[in-house]
């Protein structure tokens, strides 16, 4: 099985590289607390000072249950790139189990490379994060303590990574195989249909539970941790509702305008042909700006109101609670655009055959990237409209005003145009490496 992996990982290796943005960010923020756990660990006794552990375990915590989830969206990339050989290991005798632990394998191969230099980038990165952080605690709480090189944690970083990899590239191509191979099945189709539609009716009734608590006569703390929850349930229905929401509003895109304008009409059925990265990409960049701005409007809006310190508490907090799962979050639709480089390759093709100039493909670029971010944009601003209308209202029955309302579209604008640089950035160099080699097989 062992050489299995590593052949498989040769032959497929381009797509796999595509993977190391995910598991460099994942293994600096796991190195980065492990380092720092071990670091206490062994001077807190000496010193006889506070305990500071808690600031490195929320960020390896809340890092890896999001590498666990962001993972997924990968897989279900590269089982679709990759699905004719899988197909030929099934064919041959291979198992969903045997398939489930070749891919596991090769996830945990580019992990483990990634790990080693993740964990020296995240030496010098401890000390910046922990003296960071002291400015704001104080050395009462976050006293002295010397941070350097630790070998157990290097191990356990590499371990854990390469660990939580191959489990989580295991389970989700077993739960994927699974499924396309029921596919054929009436009955797996309905049943597939009622899970979803129970999963859906289930989390619209939690959040109208929450919506209706927050209506309710409770105390202003009280709903502020209705309005946390709601914020979390944005999450799982974003999950649910894509990518079919964002089909539908790129489907009513008004391209009737442009009708003799080749681009956009090009652009939006390009969109349409790849359901599966829309998912990927959109439902990580929306989880983003959902947690980023539905934070930074419950702190600038109702958290203040019961602590000194509101903005140092926003910020701590945000850096602590959000920061690992927003950085894997970040790092995750780097790799998923790298990976779609590969897969746009055959309509390039095509393109290219009816005569597209780089000039054209460039046009369809900009395009698909100004569809995907304008929708993004919008979906975000319906969900953080929702939660600001909450928030209005819990202000109101107490007497407050909104502080401020730049949470609602300033996350968004900015991950969004950072979405736009990159998506443009990566067809581009795609363009040009597809021509090039264009050219020299010419």
Same mark, same amino acid.
């Given at each position: ?19 190391? #943005? ?37 960020? $390896? ?41 070749? $891919? ?5 191969? *580019? ?12 030496? #010098?990165?401890? !000390?910046? !994060? ?12 976050? #006293? ?42 009436? $009955? ?127 910020? $701590? ?40 100039? #780089?000039?054209?493909?460039?046009? *369809? ?21 929702? +939660? ?26 900015? *991950? ?6 990159? +998506?443009?950035?990566?067809? +581009? ?14």
């Amino acid at each position: 099985m062992f050489h299995l992996i590593f052949y498989q990982f040769q032959f497929s290796k381009k797509l796999w590289l595509s993977m190391i #943005p995910l598991f460099l960010a994942a293994g600096i923020i796991i190195g980065l607390s492990l380092n720092g756990i071990f670091n206490i660990r062994d001077n807190l006794h000496t010193l006889q000072v506070n305990d500071p552990t808690p600031i490195f375990i929320f960020p $390896v915590v809340f890092g890896g249950i999001t590498l666990f989830f962001s993972i997924s969206t990968s897989i279900q990339l590269l089982i679709d790139m990759l699905k004719k050989d899988y197909e030929c290991w099934a064919i041959v005798g291979a198992s969903r189990v045997h398939i489930a632990f070749l $891919v596991g394998g090769q996830m945990s191969l *580019i992990a483990s490379f990634s790990s080693l230099l993740a964990y020296l980038i995240s030496i #010098p990165s401890t !000390y910046h !994060y922990y003296y960071f952080l002291q400015q704001f605690f104080g050395k009462d709480w976050l #006293p002295d303590i010397p941070l350097r090189f630790n070998v157990l944690a290097g191990t356990s970083s590499i371990l854990l990574l390469t660990s939580i990899a191959f489990i989580s590239g295991a389970f989700h191509t077993y739960k994927l195989l699974a499924s396309q191979y029921r596919k054929q099945s009436k $009955v797996a189709r309905i049943l597939k249909f009622i899970k979803n539609v129970t999963l859906s009716l289930i989390i619209l009734s939690l959040e109208g539970y929450l919506f209706y608590q927050i209506l309710q006569p409770h105390t202003m703390s009280s709903k502020s941790l209705f309005l946390f929850y709601f914020l979390f349930t944005h999450l799982f229905l974003i999950y649910l509702l894509f990518p079919h929401l964002q089909l539908f509003l790129i489907r009513i895109f008004p391209t009737s305008f442009f009708k003799n304008h080749y681009a956009p009409i090009i652009a939006k059925w390009t969109i349409f042909h790849q359901p599966l990265y829309l998912k990927s990409l959109n439902t990580s960049i929306l989880s983003a700006i959902t947690l980023m701005s539905g934070f930074q409007l419950l702190s600038q809006n109702i958290f203040y109101l019961f602590q000194e310190n509101a903005d140092l508490e926003m910020k $701590v907090s945000f850096f602590i609670y959000l920061g690992a799962p927003l950085i894997v979050i970040l790092s995750n639709i780097i790799s998923i655009t790298s990976l779609s480089i590969e897969k746009e390759k055959q309509d390039k093709i095509q393109l290219d055959t009816l005569g597209a100039s #780089p000039y054209h493909l460039c046009i *369809i670029n900009i395009w698909q990237a100004s569809i995907h971010i304008l929708t993004i944009f919008f979906i975000s601003l319906g969900f953080n409209g929702f +939660l600001l209308f909450c928030i209005s209202y819990v202000l109101k029955e107490n007497q407050k005003l909104l502080a401020t309302i730049s949470g609602l579209f300033l996350p968004g604008l900015i *991950i969004s145009s950072i979405l736009f640089i990159l +998506l443009l950035l990566t067809n +581009l160099w795609s363009n040009q490496s597809f021509q090039k080699k264009i050219s020299k097989n010419i």
